[in-house]
């Protein structure tokens, strides 16, 4: 294969797809890869916040980000069409083209689509990695060329197909969604899963973030704890006979489990939901402390000897 | 301002709030609150399947009473612009031309991609209709957070351009056919196309000028602190943070808008006695004291309780973890967001019913009619 691979990562917003982006551009440049991490969404918060993380990780090769500036890449996708000298400018800087870029429906992803192909021929980087955008939006920046081949013209048109083609080519191009075991998420992974394979692009792996760890899967315990949720007196028991020995409360003890359990249950359903899809499916942990996070996403990242399952 | 005031004095509450977060259920929550005083609707944009079968709302409908003064719709995009233009249209014929032509399916594929344009457009609408004392937003899943925010500022700019009243000459753009301009164009579509544009746009004139109209009408509302008031919604997830901070800042640096409310969703309280619970792992002979406990209270054989115990060990590290994570997450975010708080706990399960909603509209509003302390004790930290 010629060229960088490009791993584009789609998904609901609030799964945590940024930081899954971040862990997989750093565990490959740890692995002596030159990467570029580019982000569809710009947030400096969060951006300042992932190279801070990313800062303390030993990296045999390169890790790059790069915020994707939208506009600018409109700019320079017109002139590349254009390519009219000086009168580009001036188009360029006129009111009426201004507004228009502010609301043209597929320019902008089309623009974006135009700087991944550019990277793509380049020979800079091993892996580029796109941080893309949410579900919804991910929809039709795939559809972008071919929704907008038909109406376009001369260079863009041929560019739209270009494009089109290094997105369908699996050498090329993988798609990776990124979920929660929720009920949304998993609904709009089935839904993007759907529209990755109907447009013909490769969806090469599902990553199940913030898993909840194994507790209260043992059927007697969770009898016990549904026994004791139900039954105010067996609770008032067991805290009088508790009371003089430990400051644990049993009510707050059966919410905070009541609500792990009831979590954990709807997770495991979600992810028999994922399974149908027959893709292979990283389960990332829920990391709640930040030290070391990205390295440990990474680990548990099945995306390098592929795997199936926790 | 607290939630509950908003409520009870607006005429338009917003909620933003960056994606996965929770916002559809707290709009729901917070509408059937208010909707035991005033009659209220909430527009809502892509609630989860289950709750959109418990408000009884389906994709194109029109708004439904769910309980008495509680009213709720659910935006579709497509439906709504074809509504637009089937009002607008001259005649049924030139209706269906347009309909038909590969212009106006892009237009509305983008629409669809960009439901913050047509809900600003249908919430004019029903404001201005003012069916309702109060009318609750959930805003769009979009690219970045303040997008319904900013939608009118963007549609202004473009009739402030002098773009539409050129385009909508018809005269002047059909000339393009053969001119300087349709060269350059064409660079880019299709000559073709550009006569469906030209079509659809001699066409609608006057919907364009209504349109402008509304645009400036509806920004004025928004900006009205009178009337409306804005609240942002988060998770106290590590991921959260920085996010809700980068769109609090958006709406109030650049847009310059205030922000009435942050409502922490989902969040995990520290509770009372579970390091008690995590001690238990290092000693064992409380732990097999405990066991026994368990059998005598519950009647669980003795292989039940011991599992039990072994897992609630487990599961209450697991929950002091999390919760005390939250906790500094919280603290961070109240350190840069200047706002009413109000927390709503994690529930054990989806919300996807008319009980769950009243469960959590009583979290975060307390019992309607009494003014309670929204804030689990030990949740403000």
Known sequence: ?310 | MKLEDQLAMKQLVVFLGTGGVGKTTVAAAAAYHASQGRKTLVLTIDPARRLADALGVKLGSEPVEVTPNFHAQMLDTKAALDKLITRYAPSPEVLRRIFASKFYQQLSDAFAGSEEFVAMGTLHDILQDGKYDLVVVDTPPSKHAVDFLATNAKLIRVFESGLVKYLFKPTKFLRLGSGYLANVLARWTSQEYLKEVADFMGTFDQMFLDMEKRVRAMQAILVDRQRTSLNIVTSAEYESIPMTQGLYNEVTKELKLRVDACIVNRYLPRLKGMEAVVDLREDKAFRQGAVRRVTEATGANAEDAEAFILDAVRAAQFYEVLATQHETNVRALQASVSAEFHFIPALPHSVHTLEGLRAISEHLLGRPGARSGSVPASANP
């Not at chain 1, 790059?64 to 069409?81: C, K, M, P, Y």
């Not at chain 1, 360029?92 to 597929?106: N, R």
């Not at chain 1, 902008?108 to 091993?126: I, S, T, V």
């Not at chain 1, 191009?173 to 394979?197: D, F, H, N, Q």
């Open chain 1, 1 to 310: 294969m010629a060229g960088p691979r490009l791993s584009i990562l789609l998904g609901k917003g609030g799964v945590g797809r940024t930081t899954v982006a971040t862990a997989l551009a750093a565990g490959l440049a740890s692995q002596g890869k030159r990467v570029l991490l580019l982000g569809a969404v710009s947030n400096a918060d969060v951006e300042a916040r992932l190279r801070n993380e990313a800062r303390g990780i030993q990296l045999q090769g390169r890790l790059e980000f790069r915020e994707v500036n939208s506009r600018a890449l409109v700019d320079e996708l017109a002139r590349t069409i254009l390519a009219m000298g000086p009168m580009t400018d001036f188009i360029l800087k006129h009111p009426a083209y201004d507004s228009m870029v502010g609301i043209m429906p597929g320019v902008h992803e089309l623009a974006l689509l135009n700087l991944l192909y550019n990277l793509q021929k380049g020979n800079e980087f091993d892996h580029i990695i796109l941080d893309g955008p949410a579900t919804g939006h991910g929809l039709h920046f795939l559809e972008a060329p071919e929704k907008s081949s038909p109406i376009m013209a001369g260079k863009l048109r041929e560019r739209a197909e270009a494009i089109r083609a290094m997105l369908q080519d699996p050498a090329a191009t993988e798609m990776i969604v990124v979920t929660t075991a929720e009920e949304m998420p998993v609904r709009e992974t089935l839904e993007l899963a759907a529209a990755i394979r109907r447009g013909g692009f490769h969806l090469e792996h599902v990553v199940v973030n913030r898993w909840l760890p194994a507790v209260l899967d043992h059927p007697g315990a969770a009898r016990v704890l549904r026994s004791l949720a139900e039954d105010e007196a067996q609770r008032a028991k067991l805290s009088r006979s508790i009371a003089h020995k430990s400051r644990i409360n049993v009510d707050q003890l059966v919410t905070a489990l009541t609500l792990v359990k009831g979590q954990r249950d709807e997770a495991l359903e979600h992810r028999g939901t994922l399974e149908s899809l027959q893709v292979p499916l990283s389960i990332v942990p829920l990391i709640p402390d930040p030290e070391g996070r990205l390295m440990k996403v990474w680990d548990a990242l099945a995306l390098k000897p592929r795997e199936v399952g926790a």
